[in-house]
């Protein structure tokens, strides 16, 4: 067996016969989608395949256009009625008929996302906003800040958070109070914000422990990287992914959240208008007027899949384990 030579190793191409790039015989666009993508490119090329993804995209836009844009879809007026359209069944004038004082439903049910949405979107934020800084602090500092951080967490943790909600919206909301409607929404908000914030910090936290003894972390530090340049460049972004996960899944649980809240008389009140308001005023009337509770409830349901389904899409494209 005769011995290779370095000729023999690496062929060299003949002059005539000059070699092509490997995906030379491709399409322009099947060569565009061999190129490296990130994390956020991969999560996107297999987010946009997903059926599930592009429903739940679609009925989430359309509660948030119909939340910030409600005159849009209806021209009725959603807080005062006419005692002679008592209880009047849906009809081609009324598509979700008028209830016990004569108010229009269909516009009570649209004005409603208002209240349900934007209250559980600003007490997400504010969740990730406390969650995610305390997480973060702990998880970086560690020792005696993270001890102290996380014992803060379990008090909180161990809440329970129906009875914790009551204790709040009671002692600030309770009857004899006469609290505007942006306080009353503010006041959901912060019992939300309180009792939900722990579960963040811990999940922003066991980020932060498994990526800061990472190659590049270590590399930073040692080329005299500062703290806020570590955390905002290196840190936070390859820790987002699980806290942006979480919080799209958790919109949805905050809107049946509020709703709970309203339904046993602790929540939003009225003159706010929001579907758990109009679920607990049609349990009296449910044998009467089934659809007093129907049509609320069933846009509560779509908007609390819609946010769950989008968020478990997101998880399957940002996790490679579950591809």
């Known amino acids: 067996m005769s011995d290779p030579s370095a000729a023999s190793l690496v062929s060299t191409p003949r002059i005539e016969q000059p070699t092509a790039p490997a995906n030379a015989g491709l399409p322009e666009s ?37 939340a910030a844009f409600p005159s849009l879809f209806t021209s009725g007026d959603p807080v005062n009625g006419d005692l002679s359209r008592s209880i009047v069944k849906p009809s081609a004038d009324a598509w979700f008929g008028y209830d016990f004082q004569g108010r229009d439903v269909f516009a009570r049910t649209i004005y409603g996302a208002r209240a349900s949405i934007v209250v559980a979107l600003l007490s997400v934020m504010g969740t990730l906003l406390i969650g995610g800084t305390m997480g973060m602090v702990a998880g970086f500092r560690g020792g005696w800040v993270d001890a102290l951080l996380s014992r803060i967490a379990d008090v909180f943790f161990g809440l329970p958070f129906v009875l914790g909600s009551i204790v709040i919206l009671t002692t600030f909301n309770g009857s004899g109070t006469d609290n505007s409607e942006w306080m009353i929404m503010a006041l959901v908000i912060m019992s939300l914000t309180v009792l939900s914030w722990p579960v963040v910090m811990r999940l922003m936290r066991s980020s932060v422990l498994a990526t800061k003894e990472a190659d590049y972390i270590v590399a930073a530090r040692a080329l005299g990287a500062g703290t806020g340049r570590i ?27 509020e709703a709970t809240l309203s339904f046993l008389g602790i929540g939003l009140k009225t003159p706010v208008v929001s579907w758990g308001i109009m679920i607990s005023e049609s349990q009296q009337l449910i044998r009467v007027a089934p659809y007093l509770l129907f049509f609320p409830a069933a846009f509560l349901v779509a908007a609390v899949l819609s946010f769950v389904m989008l968020g478990e899409s997101v998880r399957e494209a940002l996790d490679p384990k579950l591809r």
């Open 231 to 257: 955390i905002f460049k290196h840190l936070l972004p390859n820790c987002l992914a699980p806290i942006l996960v979480y919080g799209t899944i958790m919109v949805g649980s905050f809107i049946g959240a």
């Open 30 to 66: 099947a060569q565009k989608q061999q190129k490296p993508r990130g994390l956020l490119g991969d999560a996107w090329y297999d987010l946009r395949r997903k059926p599930l993804f592009w429903i739940s995209a679609v009925f989430i836009l359309l509660f948030v256009v119909m």
